[in-house]
C-alpha cells in the first residue's frame, strides 16, 4: 500500500481523527476519503460474492447456498471493516 491510501484508509476508519502525520484532515478530505472506502468495500463485498465458476452458479440457480454465500460475505466484511 501506498502512503495515499493508508492515509485515506486511517481517515475512512477513524472518524474523530483531526490530524495525521502532521497535516490537518479537512473536511473536503474526509468525506473523499470515506467514499473511496465505501466504494472499496462494495467492490470487495461483490467480489467475495460472485460463484467460483459459472457451472455452480447454474447449478445453485433456486438453491439456499446462494444467499449463504451472501451472508458469509457481508458478515465476514463488516467483520473486518466495523466502520
Not at 493508508?6 to 495525521?20: D, E, G, H, Q, S
Not at 502532521?22 to 467492490?43: D, W
Request: proline share 5%; hydrophobic share 35%; net charge neutral.
Amino acid at each position: 500500500m501506498g502512503q495515499g491510501e493508508v492515509r485515506f484508509l486511517c481517515i475512512a476508519r477513524v472518524p474523530t481523527l483531526l490530524y495525521l502525520n502532521g497535516s490537518v484532515v479537512s473536511n473536503k478530505e474526509r468525506i473523499e476519503a470515506e467514499r473511496r472506502y465505501v466504494n472499496m468495500l462494495a467492490q470487495l463485498l461483490v467480489k467475495r460474492m460472485e460463484p467460483p465458476s459459472t457451472t455452480s452458479k447454474l447449478e445453485g440457480a433456486g438453491n439456499k447456498n446462494g444467499n449463504d454465500v451472501e451472508e458469509q460475505a457481508q458478515e465476514r466484511s463488516l467483520s473486518e471493516h466495523p466502520q
